[in-house]
């Protein structure tokens, strides 16, 4: 991590994360990379759409009600056919498959992060 490039508290509350739940998954056919595209239940900040690439830990049906953590004021972003409007957060396992944040227990949707 370069020290140099340490972020300030300000920056950091500019980025807004919020926990949602998971209504729809499915595989997202016209991308490159194997991907779902997916509809998250954020409560009072509405219902976004992303594409998240997590296909080789999970299987779509199993996303249905999982909670996850998510960026959610990026811009939205043009990923093939379909407008992102959030940043589905993950770490990268050893064979860089994506494990999904979640919150311990079942919170509140749209429950601020940080």
Known sequence: MDSN???SWDDF???QMAVGTIISAEVFKEV???AYKMIIDFGELGKRKTSAQITKLYKPEELIGKQVVAVVNFPPKQIATMMSECLVMGGLGEDKEVILIQ?????KNGTRIG
Do not use: F, G, Q, T
């Open 13 to 15: 509350k500019k980025v």
């Open 5 to 7: 490039r340490n972020l």
């Open 32 to 34: 490159r990379n194997p």
């Open 103 to 107: 919150p311990e227990r079942k919170v």
